[in-house]
T-cell receptor, first 113, second 114 residues
């Protein structure tokens, strides 16, 4: 079946602009995660959605970052007033009970100039 | 809460040599364990997982890992690596309850040299 998809695959934006990154999880998966990965580094947890529960936003680095998940499916990560340090690959993953293994999308490479 | 340690940030190895990538975890509860692989410019792909049963787990591409509860380890091994195994490898742990504390290690960059 279809895996996790993300769009756009690449995004170049100017410092100070807002960007929206989209994630389509695997159909029926109840959990959705966003991570940030800087070049050659590990995964930085950003936010976690689980069903209709309030999201775990504990990883968001600043109030310029926000995310929503509409209808328990598609999610959008928004970064306002982008800064050069926001340049990274943003990865989305989804999972489904009973196990927590995550399925990842290909990522969106964000470059802030 | 759980935590994962991967002490080797980079591991260079010659082609056809064996390799072991180390993973240790800390948890006050029983856990599930995972290894993911990330090829250049791609997302993460599940390599193998330990849920229960046999402590020796076999995954894709000839990799295997062994769960050692007493040493809280889940080391990844391959008897003979190929150039195509060059990638980032991430160990992860979660609690047994769905969605409970899924934590990734910092990753190990495996470079296979000709």
């Amino acid at each position: 079946g279809a895996g996790v998809s993300q769009s756009p695959s690449n995004k170049v934006t100017e410092k100070g602009k807002d960007v929206e990154l989209r994630c389509d999880p695997i159909s029926g998966h109840t959990a959705l995660y966003w991570y940030r990965q800087s070049l050659g580094q590990g995964l930085e947890f950003l936010i976690y959605f689980q069903g209709n529960s309030a999201p775990d936003k504990s990883g968001l680095p600043s109030d310029r970052f926000s995310a929503e998940r509409t209808g328990g499916s598609v999610s959008t990560l928004t970064i306002q007033r982008t800064q050069q340090e926001d340049s990274a690959v943003y990865l989305c993953a989804s999972s489904s009970p009973p196990y927590s293994e995550q399925y990842f999308g290909p990522g969106t490479r964000l470059t802030v100039t | 809460a759980q935590s994962v340690t991967q002490l080797d940030s980079q591991v260079p190895v010659f082609e056809e040599a064996p390799v072991e990538l180390r993973c240790n975890y800390s948890s006050s509860v029983s856990v599930y364990l995972f290894w993911y692989v990330q090829y250049p410019n791609q997302g993460l792909q599940l390599l193998l997982k330990y849920l229960s049963g046999s402590t020796l787990v076999k995954g894709i591409n000839g990799f295997e890992a062994e769960f050692n509860k007493s040493q809280t380890s889940f080391h990844l091994r391959k008897p003979s690596v190929h150039i195509s195994d060059t990638a980032g490898y991430f160990c992860a742990v979660s609690g047994l309850n769905y969605g409970q504390n899924f934590v990734f290690g910092p990753g190990t960059r495996l470079s296979v040299l000709p």
